[in-house]
């Protein structure tokens, strides 16, 4: 290489920025005393279900609201919005992640009033992937992620960073275990092996099965 010749690590840069902003998302989640959750997953495996579910419950005793993140369609988030809660969505015409501008930006339209009293509830659904959003923190409180029965139980070895990052995993869709070929016991193994202080939820959006625990403990995290 030449004595001019220079390397540029773009990656680092963009991340750099991305977390400077999201630092200041995090001071104004705090500012608004929102509780802040960012929920990955793969497409399908059921995070819109999930909050569909949980929402209208959380809502008896809290405000709630939902940045929601899709490559093309406002489907989610019109889905979303018929729960009551607060919902602003982000359509990132192909960009694989939501980064912490755009949750900056739609944070600030969602105009959320300090609330005096239990604190509020802001879900982030990002966008259906477990590689590219799991490198762009956006001032979240807590990282979560769903694992759907459907896919393969060797998943947590396969994206690790997702579910390293992780404060609680959901293993969803457990009606359908008995159709499929997914060994749950080997799943929480996996993902203890990453990430050992995991909360771990069985449970089905369909069913209501696990549901209850999954809310006594975003309500106590949220406190």
Same mark, same amino acid.
């Given at each position: ?6 390397i540029i690590?773009v990656?680092r840069?963009v ?5 400077d902003i999201a630092?200041l ?6 500012e608004?005393?929102?509780?802040c959750?960012n929920?990955?997953s ?6 819109t279900?999930?909050l569909e579910?949980i929402?209208p ?5 809290r405000?709630v609201?939902v940045?929601?993140?899709d490559?093309?369609t406002p ?6 919005e018929?729960?009551?809660?607060g919902?602003?969505?982000i ?10 501008g755009?949750?900056?930006k739609a944070f600030r339209?969602l105009?959320i009033r300090?609330?005096e009293?239990? *604190?509020?509830?802001?879900f982030?659904? =990002?966008? +259906?992937n477990?590689?590219c959003p799991? $490198?762009?923190?956006?001032? &979240?409180?807590?990282?979560g ?11 947590p070895l396969?994206y690790p960073?997702?579910?390293r990052?992780?404060h609680f995993?959901?293993?969803?869709k457990?009606?359908?275990l008995?159709?499929v ?6 799943? *929480?193994e996996?993902i203890?092996k990453i =990430?050992? +202080? ?5 449970? $089905?959006?369909?069913?209501g &099965? ?5 809310i006594?403990w975003l309500?106590?995290m949220a406190?």
């Amino acid at each position: 290489m030449g004595k001019n010749f220079k390397i540029i690590t773009v990656e680092r840069d963009v991340l750099r920025k991305n977390n400077d902003i999201a630092l200041l998302n995090k001071k104004a989640f705090d500012e608004s005393n929102a509780h802040c959750i960012n929920l990955l997953s793969s497409p399908g495996s059921g995070k819109t279900s999930i909050l569909e579910v949980i929402i209208p419950r959380l809502i008896r005793g809290r405000n709630v609201y939902v940045i929601e993140g899709d490559v093309e369609t406002p489907n989610d988030g019109l889905r979303i919005e018929k729960t009551g809660a607060g919902t602003i969505q982000i359509t990132t015409l192909g960009s694989c992640h939501l980064d912490a501008g755009m949750v900056e930006k739609a944070f600030r339209e969602l105009d959320i009033r300090k609330s005096e009293g239990p *604190r509020s509830m802001l879900f982030i659904e =990002n966008v +259906g992937n477990l590689v590219c959003p799991a $490198s762009f923190y956006l001032g &979240e409180h807590l990282n979560g992620v769903v694992l759907s029965v459907t896919e393969g139980d060797d998943k947590p070895l396969k994206y690790p960073k997702a579910f390293r990052n992780a404060h609680f995993i959901m293993i969803n869709k457990t009606d359908l275990l008995p159709y499929v070929d997914f060994d749950i016991s080997r799943s *929480r193994e996996y993902i203890l092996k990453i =990430n050992p +202080g995991a909360r771990i939820f069985e449970m $089905s959006a369909k069913t209501g &099965e696990g549901i209850d625990g999954l809310i006594a403990w975003l309500n106590e995290m949220a406190r």
